[in-house]
């Protein structure tokens, strides 16, 4: 079975060079995974957003299309 470890960060002491890894403690976790679940959130909600623009877009087009208009004359627009 695999173990799951604590996720780490790591600190670099620009002095000396030195470089330490540390457990997040549980609030830290916490903070990461709100963190990621609002990233999230936030691609999902650009993604249906650009959808939504296509999809205007594309009813736009049928319209003029549907006036009689090229394609040439639809892309000049």
Do not use: F, H, Y
Not at 12 to 36: F, H, K, P, Y
Request: with cysteine; net charge negative; glycine share 2%.
């Amino acid at each position: 079975m695999a173990k799951t470890s604590t996720p780490k960060k790591i600190e670099v002491n620009c002095t000396t060079g030195e470089v330490t890894e540390i457990e997040l403690t549980a609030d830290e976790i916490a903070q990461l995974e709100s963190d990621r679940a609002a990233a999230a959130a936030a691609d999902a909600e650009r993604l249906a957003a650009e959808e939504a623009r296509q999809a205007a877009k594309a009813s736009a087009q049928a319209k003029l299309a549907a006036l009689g208009l090229t394609e040439e004359e639809i892309a000049a627009l």
